[in-house]
């Protein structure tokens, strides 16, 4: 049967139980089951009228901008939906409990910030790491029985792997000292500058300073030592000869003297001033720059480093610290994105017939507002406990408010946790931002989609008036075909009725000469 609507004229096939499909006629076997068939039909243009043609054009221009339109707000559907929070109460339950749950830790398990416990730390990790390199390197600690053996190890590597800038600021005039050489030396850096100033220094045998007061100083630099060892005298190579060996001292060199100065010297081995670590390393390079190595930053952070003796070890025993108030952070991020991805996951089983259908997308914990409401929430409540916390305990130690409280306040915040929730809030209202621009643009989309709505219906409407003047003009037509045929049927009839007549003037002479032959040719007639 043929079935049209006003968008599309369409024909529909209606097969019976017995009708017999050929197999091309689908791809797939299953649907072959399959009662209807609907084809669209595409109505003809006459190409002729150029008002018919511009209407068409247009209604295609403005269906294909349709589609544009309903596809971005499809995808702005998608990501409103991604930047929804769709949390409830019971995710919000959990997200309070995995807050209590860190809280708890903080208090009980990490406790108060403690320099000196991380230093303790820090100060065995490193003594163990010279140690073991000095083993791989031949150091025998055995030698050393009833003696410091770490002494002996940074001796020991200190003897083998020379750098040439290594005392020759020994002066007055250099505002350089013992304690502040390691930072003032660009080569005693654990940084990729420090590298690169090593590797430079056998080029152009010039030792590179800047000291607390933003002065760059350069220092001309032996080529080899000479030292008495077992009653012999010995050249030490500071200088390469030749472009590998100076490869070989500025990066191999470099890097094991640098592993002898962890620890301190050998004079104070464990104890002594170490090399800087990565951050007062990237703070005194910073400061060299030129123009701010005018101000008062390069002094700030020399005195910050002799006087704290804020080296390697110090940096490692603040990221142990650290370290350690990440736990319950960590803790709580994993107990809540957890129970995110489980409680999704069921609810996919749940929705879908079969494991391979899940929407994976759907159960992830990550970038989506819901989850971000929920680590909101936790990390919230973990601040909140450990702000009380700290303040009930520096208020206890302090005994009352004094200006010891404040310290003891901040010694008991843990600032890795407080960090964590501004994240969170910050990304929360960040996406409710977003969602805000996503929907304007859906509702500028919406508002361009009507109005190209309506102009398609001003084109159908000037189509059909076109057909309705086709339709008028038609029945003028067929009106004057009506006429026409009247008057072509009465001149017919009048011609008829002219001939019968003559024929029968003719009959009455034929018959007045021939009464037979008359009478043979009527009935001739008449039998016709």
């Known amino acids: 049967m043929l079935t049209t609507t006003q968008e599309k004229p369409l024909i529909k096939l209606e097969i019976d139980d017995y009708t017999i499909i050929p197999?091309?006629?689908?791809?797939?076997?299953?649907?072959?089951?399959?009662?209807?068939?609907?084809?669209?039909?595409i109505t003809p243009i006459d190409f002729s009228d150029k008002r018919k043609v511009e209407i068409y054009n247009g209604i295609a221009e403005v269906d294909e901008r349709l589609a544009v339109i309903n596809q971005k707000v499809e995808e702005l559907n998608t990501e409103i939906d991604r930047l929804t929070n769709h949390a409830d109460g019971l995710d919000y339950t959990i997200a309070v409990a995995s807050g209590i749950i860190a809280g708890a830790i903080d208090i009980f398990y990490v406790g108060e910030?403690?320099?000196?416990?991380?230093?303790?730390?820090?100060?065995?990790?490193?003594?163990?790491?010279?140690?073991?390199?000095?083993?791989?390197?031949?150091?025998?600690?055995?030698?050393?029985?009833?003696?410091?053996?770490?002494?002996?190890?940074?001796?020991?590597?200190?003897?083998?792997?020379?750098?040439?800038?290594?005392?020759?600021?020994?002066?007055?005039?250099?505002?350089?000292?013992g304690i502040?050489?390691?930072?003032?030396?660009?080569?005693?850096?654990p940084s990729l500058l420090g590298l690169i100033f090593s590797i430079i220094t056998q080029f152009t045998q010039t030792g590179y300073f800047t000291n607390k007061y933003g002065e760059n100083i350069k220092i001309d630099v032996p080529i080899s030592l000479q030292r008495k060892k077992n009653g012999n005298t010995e050249t030490i190579i500071l200088i390469g000869n030749d472009i590998p060996s100076k490869f070989f001292c500025g990066v191999i060199n470099w890097a094991m003297h640098l592993v002898s100065d962890m620890a301190g010297s050998s004079d104070n081995a464990g104890a002594g001033m170490g090399i800087p670590g990565p951050i007062m390393a990237l703070l005194k390079e910073f400061s060299a720059i030129p123009g701010i190595n005018k101000t008062s930053l390069p002094k700030t952070i020399g005195d910050f480093f002799e006087k704290n003796r804020f080296d390697l070890r110090s940096e490692l025993a603040v990221g142990h610290?650290?370290?350690?108030?990440?736990?319950?952070?960590?803790?709580?991020?994993a107990l809540v994105r957890g129970f995110y991805f489980l409680r999704r996951l069921i609810q996919q089983l749940k929705e879908k017939e079969s494991f391979k259908d899940i929407e994976w997308k759907k159960t992830l914990p990550f970038k989506n507002r819901t989850i971000v409401r929920m680590l909101t929430i936790a990390t919230g409540t973990f601040t909140a406990i450990d702000l009380a916390d700290a303040g009930i305990r520096a208020v206890i130690k302090s005994g009352g408010f004094n200006p010891a409280t404040l310290g003891n306040f901040i010694l008991r915040v843990n600032f890795v946790g407080v960090g964590r929730f501004a994240i969170a809030v910050s990304t929360d209202v960040a996406m409710g931002i977003k969602k805000s621009k996503k929907e304007n643009e859906r509702i500028r989309l919406r508002g361009e989609e009507l109005q190209l709505l309506n102009a398609k219906v001003f084109y159908k409407e000037a189509d059909m008036w076109i057909a309705a003047e086709n339709t008028d003009k038609a029945i003028?037509?067929?009106?004057?075909?009506?006429?026409r045929t009247a008057e072509n049927f009465v001149d017919t009839w009048n011609e008829i009725?002219?001939?019968?007549?003559?024929?029968?003037?003719?009959?009455?002479?034929?018959?007045?000469?021939?009464?037979h032959f008359a009478k043979e040719l009527s009935d001739l007639i008449e039998w016709e």
């Not at 065995?124 to 410091?148: C, L, Q, R, S, T």
């Open 476 to 483: 003028e037509e067929v009106y004057i075909i009506m006429e």
């Open 180 to 189: 502040s050489h390691h930072l003032d030396d660009w080569a005693h850096h």
């Open 23 to 41: 197999n091309d006629v689908y791809e797939n076997k299953t649907s072959t089951d399959l009662k209807e068939i609907e084809f669209e039909m």
């Open 497 to 515: 009725k002219e001939g019968s007549v003559k024929r029968r003037e003719y009959i009455d002479k034929i018959k007045a000469k021939d009464d």
């Open 321 to 333: 610290e650290i370290g350690r108030q990440a736990i319950p952070v960590v803790v709580n991020e």
């Open 113 to 177: 910030f403690s320099l000196d416990r991380g230093k303790e730390w820090s100060n065995e990790k490193v003594n163990n790491f010279v140690m073991d390199i000095a083993k791989k390197n031949g150091f025998d600690p055995e030698a050393y029985e009833g003696k410091n053996p770490l002494k002996g190890a940074i001796k020991f590597l200190e003897d083998k792997y020379h750098i040439p800038s290594d005392g020759v600021w020994n002066s007055d005039h250099y505002g350089i000292n």
